[in-house]
């Protein structure tokens, strides 16, 4: 078995569950995740800005249930390290800030 494989246990009552192996726990600490709204509070951003990047795809996103969407801490930081020179507005022009040539 992988480091990123899960293992299937018995509990008393015959149930099968998934514990995380060690090397996928270790990755969840060194890399997190994170809420749109844990997102949103950091970045002091409007919570509907994060949704708006995950839905067009800037920002890559996981389902973690009916409404709640994370994103890794890593893939938050790439999207904040990618280029910010032109930077395009919800109403589709691209605007170059003052003083980038």
Known sequence: ????????????GGIKRKRKSLAEAERDAADPWLTLAEIADELR??????????????LKASRAGVRKWIVR?????????????????????TRVPAGAS
């Open 1 to 12: 078995m992988t480091g990123s494989q899960e293992r299937s246990t018995r509990t008393d």
């Open 73 to 93: 801490r890593s893939e938050l930081d790439r999207m904040l390290a990618g280029p910010t020179a032109n930077i395009t507005n919800v109403d589709g022009f």
């Open 45 to 58: 951003v409007n919570p509907a800005t994060v949704r708006q990047w995950a839905s067009k795809g800037q």
